[in-house]
């Protein structure tokens, strides 16, 4: 009897944690073709630009698999009308809808939190929620 109780509490712990883990990686749905993470850069690129584009990397395939990620060299002739179209100069990251054209500047968030690998995550994850709204 107690073998079979012991079997039983195994049993339901075991599907309780199963639950909290999948919970955990419970994912944002994006309809697809209105989320593109664009990150320009200069030809240069600093430790900070690279670990922006490390951690928004990271936190994309985490949460939001499937939403596209750019680079876009600004030094590049064939990049100077993308850069126009969002003013960027140098190292700058932003969320874009192309179906409606909405554009979020996210370049000074990604230069303050990209010292922090989970504070960078957990904002970026509640900015992409907030912009998808």
């Not at 600093?46 to 990620?69: A, D, M, Q, Y």
């Not at 993308?82 to 230069?111: H, M």
């Amino acid at each position: 009897m107690k073998k079979q109780h012991f079997t039983f509490i195994s049993f339901a712990l075991a599907l309780i944690i199963a639950s909290a883990v999948h919970a955990q990686k419970k994912q944002t749905f994006i309809t697809p073709g209105t989320l593109e993470v664009i990150q320009f850069h200069s030809e240069h690129r600093c430790p900070s630009c690279l670990l922006i584009e490390k951690l928004t990397r990271s936190t994309l395939s985490k949460n939001f698999p499937g939403v596209p990620f750019s680079l876009v060299n600004v030094d590049d002739k064939n990049n100077a009308k993308k850069a126009e179209q969002f003013e960027a100069a140098g190292t700058a990251l932003f969320l874009y809808n192309p179906k409606t054209g909405k554009k979020k500047d996210l370049t000074e968030f990604a230069f303050m939190r990209a010292g922090n690998e989970v504070l960078f995550e957990t904002e970026l994850k509640k900015f992409i929620e907030d912009f998808i709204k």
